[in-house]
């Protein structure tokens, strides 16, 4: 059997991911279009829009990713990435919220990021919240990011730590990720 193959393209900030087909046509998988709305010394304003394609080459509905970024004085960094999900009549419904702070202080950054999904009323619940820290050292780097999830009472529980240390020497890259999943009894 033939295996499909992929192919990728970027043009005046839209990518395209095709794929070629058993019958040897070629179908686009996703496309996604990029466009700055604004970017200056205070941050930017990023509008992504990505269309996803079935097997057969017809377009699904498509998503927007608007991603805001706002520089603080003290050199931290507050972003806010909102998705809106596409309906099958064009329209485009919140789907998720996550705020994303930053602070770096010499060689340590950490952060704090808030996952937000829509309710049933409509409203904004947290669902989940990262905290992290990235030390940087010449060569090397460890980031360590926990992450709480609601349990069956509401309350935030550690249900996630992910370990990443990196290290380059000689132009070679060598990064080895730990994970930690909470089990049924914490």
Do not use: C, M
């Not at 499909?4 to 970027?10: E, K, L, P, S």
């Not at 686009?28 to 992504?48: A, H, N, T, W, Y």
């Not at 394609?53 to 377009?59: C, F, H, M, S, T």
């Not at 989940?128 to 999830?149: F, H, P």
Request: no cysteine; net charge negative.
């Amino acid at each position: 059997r033939p295996v499909a193959d992929g192919v990728i393209t970027h043009t005046n900030g839209t990518t395209v991911e095709s794929v070629t087909g058993v019958n040897g046509r070629t179908a686009p998988l996703e496309k996604v279009e990029e466009r700055v709305l604004r970017e200056d010394s205070s941050g930017r304003v990023i509008e992504r829009t990505v269309r996803p394609y079935d097997q057969n080459g017809a377009p699904g509905p498509a998503r927007k990713i608007r991603i805001e970024e706002e520089k603080n004085a003290d050199g931290s960094i507050n972003s806010l990435t909102t998705v809106y999900r596409g309906d099958l009549n064009g329209s485009f419904v919140l789907a998720e919220r996550v705020r994303r702070d930053a602070a770096k202080s010499g060689d340590l950054e950490s952060s704090t990021t808030t996952v937000e999904q829509p309710t049933l009323n409509n409203s904004l619940e947290v669902v989940e919240t990262r905290r992290g820290t990235l030390k940087k050292t010449e060569g090397a780097s460890q980031e360590d990011v926990l992450t709480y999830r609601r349990d069956e009472n509401g309350r935030f529980q550690e249900a996630v730590r992910q370990v990443t240390e990196r290290t380059e020497k000689d132009g070679r890259v060598s990064e080895e990720t730990n994970e930690y999943i909470a089990g049924e009894g914490g």
